[in-house]
C-alpha cells in the first residue's frame, strides 16, 4: 500500500515554505509602513514651513511701504489674505478666526516690541515633537529672512 502513494508525483509547497513566504511579507509590510509613516511626517512639516514662508511673504508684502508693524495682528493677517483660507477657522464662541497648522494646532502673528528694529513674531503651538524639532531646525533665512519663530510644542509626544 505504501508503495501506491509513493508513485503519485506530490506538487505543491510545504508549510516551511508557506510560512518563510508570510514572514518575509510581514517585513516588507512593516518597512512600508514605517516608510509611509516617515514620508507623511515628512510632508506635514513641508506644509507648516510652506504656509510659513507664505505668511511672511504676505507680510512683508502688506508692510512694504511702512517702517514698522504696528497694526500687525493675527486677525489683520486673515483679513487681509496672508493667512491661507485653509488654515482659518471661525471660532463660534467669539467670531473671531483661528488660524490652525495641520496638527491642529494654533498659529499667531504679533508684533515684536524687544527689539529695536521693526519685527513680528509667528508663535506655533501644539506640534508633535518630531515636527517642532524639524522646523527648529529649518533654514528659515534663506527663504525668508525670518528674524524670530516660535515653536511650542505641545508636552504629549
Known amino acids: ?6 508513485r503519485f508525483k506530490q506538487s505543491g509547497r510545504s508549510m516551511i515554505e508557506m510560512l518563510g513566504v508570510l514572514a518575509i511579507i510581514g517585513v516588507l509590510t512593516v518597512g512600508s509602513i514605517a516608510g509611509f509613516q516617515k514620508a507623511m511626517q515628512k510632508h506635514r512639516v513641508n506644509v507648516i514651513r510652506d504656509q510659513i514662508i507664505q505668511i511672511v511673504a504676505g507680510v512683508k508684502n502688506l508692510y512694504a511701504s511702512q517702517h514698522h508693524y504696528n497694526a500687525l495682528t493675527t486677525q489683520v493677517a486673515v ?16 467670531g473671531q478666526a483661528k488660524v490652525k497648522h495641520i496638527y491642529n494646532g494654533n498659529i499667531s502673528i504679533d508684533v515684536n516690541t524687544e527689539t529695536e528694529t521693526p519685527s513680528f513674531t509667528i508663535t506655533i503651538t501644539d506640534l508633535p515633537r518630531n515636527a517642532a524639532a524639524d522646523l527648529s531646525t529649518a533654514r528659515w533665512s534663506e527663504d525668508t529672512g525670518l528674524l524670530e519663530i516660535k515653536i511650542i510644542r505641545q508636552d504629549t509626544p
Open 1 to 6: 500500500m505504501n508503495n501506491n502513494i509513493s
Open 79 to 94: 483679513d487681509t489674505g496672508i493667512i491661507p483660507p485653509d488654515m482659518v477657522i471661525e471660532d463660534v464662541d467669539t
